[in-house]
Structures are given as C-alpha cells and as structure tokens.
C-alpha cells in the first residue's frame, strides 16, 4: 500500500501537466475558433467585393488559412503532448508495482513531452505574432485631430 500512495505522488506532477496541457488546448481551440468564424465572415463577403477591397478581403482570407494551419498543429502537438504523459504515467505505475525497470523510457518521455510542449507553444507564439501583424491601425486613426 506505501508503494501505491509513493507511486501516485511521483505521478502527480506529470497529471498537473495534463491539466497544463488542457488549458492551454482551451485558449488555442479558442482562437481557432474566431479565426474560423472571421474566415466564414469573409468567405460570405467575398462575391460582393472588388478592387482593392476584394484584393484586401483575399489577403486577409490567405493568412486567416495560414494562422489555421498553425493552430491545427499547436493542437496535434498539444493532444500528442497529453498522449506521452498518459504514457508516462501509466509506466510510472508499471514499475511502482515492481514489475519492470522503466526509469529510461519514463525520463525519455518526459523529455519528449516536453520537446511537444515546447513545439506546441512556438506554434501559438507564432500564431499570435501573426494575428498581431495582421491587424494595422490606420494612422489616420492614431493622429490627434483639432478637438483633441
């Protein structure tokens, strides 16, 4: 029974990754989800338009397509991310109950866990930074007029 109670204590920190792991696929569905909706918004709006607005409505519909294939990876990192630390922690209980020396493949997947999480929040860095790049203010907009 000690070696039970001991086993769950050691699993405990790569749970709390999973916990992690699921907050963060909580923000990144998130985005995902407004850039779809922006997108169909578009998609709408594309027959009606014209000239440089339709030019602008494509440029934006292009990188509205990139930024979802960003976050469809940050996504597949993060679930393959939670996957490894199942992993981990079902070995972690494998050899708490005596039955096989595991400590390399439990130290290889915690180091692969990480590697995906690391990857996974590049790629929502990455999608941020461009949702940021894409939205200009005009200057226009920034300049102080007469009455201000």
């Not at 039970?4 to 989800?33: D, W, Y």
């Not at 999480?117 to 939205?135: N, P």
């Amino acid at each position: 029974m000690e070696a039970l109670a001991q086993t769950i204590q050691i699993a405990l920190a790569p749970v709390f990754l999973l916990v992690a792991m699921g907050s963060l696929l909580n923000v990144v569905t998130g985005r995902l989800a407004r850039v779809v909706d922006r997108s169909r918004e578009l998609m709408a709006r594309h027959a009606e338009t014209s000239g440089d607005e339709h030019t602008r409505l494509v440029a934006e519909l292009r990188m509205l397509d990139r930024r979802m294939d960003i976050i469809n990876w940050s996504i597949a990192l993060c679930v393959a991310c939670g996957i490894v630390v199942c992993l981990m922690v079902s070995m972690l209980f494998l050899m708490g109950s005596g039955r096989e020396a595991l400590e390399t493949p439990i130290a290889a997947s915690f180091i692969f866990a990480m590697l995906l999480l690391l990857a996974a929040l590049i790629m929502f860095l990455t999608e941020v930074r461009l949702a940021i790049r894409t939205i200009h203010v005009p200057m226009e907009l920034l300049e102080k007029g007469s009455g201000d």
